[in-house]
């Protein structure tokens, strides 16, 4: 399977999603104009804009949780919201973690998500504890989605350390998902059976294509919270985040990079390292001499599709080729500017 191959399949689907371009750059206009949503305020998001199965996937095309994009996770600090409405009474409190379980019981995804946002209207420590213990609980992503971002609601009132403290037993199972996924050589598509290539265009291949949009939004808002937070890892809880990188989604991918370099995480360098050889300049990817080919046909295929298959990699990721640069300053002390070199100074280390 060749890099010419897949790029001259990628220029073929190209032209036949055009159409969607010009409502992709809507989108991504009003994304930056909501970047950084009021605390206690519901921040939901806008209906209609998951990235289609049919949209280009070339770069441009930034559909991502509470509008935060790439630009703005690598290059703008977060910045602090503004002050939290006043306190709730004990009585709105006790209301409030009332209908927020009664919602949490629903069958319908909608309705839980639902409880979550609106209970986020409450300023009281009660509703924080009450997203934590209910995400403990296997909860879909767009669920999860909506409980990341009522927690990011809270990130700035007296006891944000309970917040963080959510997010952070959150980042566990998410980083566990992702460890689960790549182990089960699941490249976040469905597979063809016929051609063994991507298929992003059956209603079965839509539905798992979208479902892994939705959990990379998920991972996307979480990461956020935490960089909003200030969080770094430390003794407390030291989270390896090289999973994460093999996401298709560009801002969990920043944002894990992101992460890895204020914590100086030596243990992400090879990954790190696979990731640059993926793509070793901001305007190229690279199929070929990334798997190691000493296996089995099948082994090497299924080690291939987890890396490529889905195509959203297939593409030049000029944010995440910036964030694994900057990451291997902070982590090195280096400025590294080919894989080969970055391989070296990790032989040098071992």
């Given at each position: 399977?060749?890099?010419?191959?897949?790029a001259?399949?990628a220029?073929?689907?190209?032209?036949?999603?055009?159409?969607w371009?010009?409502?992709?750059?809507?989108?991504?206009?009003l994304?930056?104009?909501?970047?950084?949503?009021?605390?206690?305020?519901a921040?939901?998001?806008?209906?209609?804009?998951?990235?289609?199965?049919?949209?280009?996937?070339?770069?441009?095309?930034?559909?991502?949780?509470?509008?935060?994009?790439?630009?703005a996770?690598?290059?703008?600090?977060?910045?602090?919201?503004?002050?939290?409405?006043?306190?709730?009474?004990?009585?709105?409190?006790?209301a409030?973690?009332?209908?927020?379980?009664?919602?949490?019981?629903?069958?319908?995804?909608?309705?839980?998500?639902?409880?979550?946002?609106?209970?986020?209207?409450?300023?009281?420590?009660?509703?924080?504890?009450?997203?934590?213990?209910?995400?403990?609980?296997?909860?879909?992503?767009?669920?999860?989605?909506?409980?990341?971002?009522?927690?990011?609601?809270?990130l700035?009132?007296?006891?944000?350390?309970?917040?963080?403290?959510?997010?952070?037993?959150?980042?566990?199972?998410?980083?566990?998902?992702?460890?689960?996924?790549?182990?089960?050589?699941?490249?976040?598509?469905?597979?063809?059976?016929?051609?063994?290539?991507?298929?992003?265009?059956?209603?079965?291949g839509?539905?798992?294509?979208?479902?892994?949009?939705?959990?990379?939004?998920?991972?996307?808002?979480?990461?956020?919270?935490?960089?909003?937070?200030?969080?770094?890892?430390?003794?407390?809880?030291d989270?390896?985040?090289?999973?994460?990188?093999?996401?298709?989604?560009?801002?969990?991918?920043?944002?894990?990079?992101?992460?890895?370099?204020?914590g100086k995480?030596?243990?992400?360098?090879?990954?790190?390292?696979?990731?640059?050889?993926?793509?070793?300049?901001?305007?190229?990817?690279?199929?070929?001499?990334?798997?190691?080919?000493?296996?089995?046909?099948?082994?090497?295929?299924?080690?291939?599709?987890?890396?490529?298959?889905?195509?959203?990699?297939?593409?030049?990721?000029?944010?995440?080729h910036?964030?694994?640069?900057?990451?291997?300053?902070?982590?090195?002390?280096?400025?590294?500017?080919?894989?080969?070199?970055?391989?070296?100074?990790?032989?040098?280390?071992?």
């Amino acid at each position: 399977m060749c890099h010419q191959h897949h790029a001259a399949a990628a220029a073929k689907k190209g032209r036949a999603r055009a159409q969607w371009r010009g409502l992709l750059v809507a989108l991504a206009l009003l994304s930056l104009a909501a970047l950084h949503p009021t605390p206690l305020q519901a921040a939901p998001e806008p209906p209609g804009t998951d990235r289609g199965i049919d949209q280009p996937g070339d770069g441009s095309d930034w559909d991502q949780p509470t509008g935060t994009t790439p630009d703005a996770v690598l290059a703008v600090p977060p910045q602090p919201s503004p002050t939290a409405e006043a306190p709730a009474t004990a009585h709105e409190a006790k209301a409030a973690v009332a209908a927020l379980r009664k919602g949490l019981r629903a069958k319908a995804d909608t309705d839980q998500a639902a409880a979550l946002a609106a209970a986020g209207d409450v300023n009281d420590e009660s509703i924080v504890k009450e997203i934590g213990k209910a995400l403990r609980k296997e909860r879909a992503a767009e669920v999860r989605r909506v409980a990341y971002d009522t927690l990011r609601r809270y990130l700035h009132v007296p006891y944000r350390e309970r917040a963080v403290d959510a997010l952070l037993d959150a980042l566990d199972r998410e980083v566990d998902r992702e460890r689960s996924r790549i182990a089960k050589a699941d490249p976040g598509v469905r597979i063809d059976p016929r051609t063994g290539d991507d298929d992003t265009y059956s209603p079965e291949g839509q539905a798992v294509y979208e479902a892994t949009a939705r959990a990379g939004r998920a991972m996307a808002t979480l990461l956020t919270g935490l960089l909003e937070a200030g969080w770094s890892p430390d003794a407390r809880k030291d989270v390896d985040m090289s999973p994460l990188l093999q996401c298709p989604d560009d801002v969990v991918v920043v944002s894990a990079l992101k992460l890895i370099a204020v914590g100086k995480d030596e243990r992400a360098l090879p990954e790190v390292l696979e990731l640059f050889r993926q793509y070793p300049e901001p305007a190229r990817y690279e199929t070929g001499g990334v798997v190691d080919r000493g296996g089995t046909n099948a082994t090497a295929k299924a080690a291939w599709m987890v890396r490529f298959g889905h195509p959203d990699k297939r593409r030049a990721r000029p944010h995440v080729h910036a964030a694994l640069r900057a990451a291997v300053l902070a982590v090195l002390g280096r400025d590294v500017h080919t894989p080969d070199r970055l391989e070296s100074l990790i032989r040098a280390r071992d």
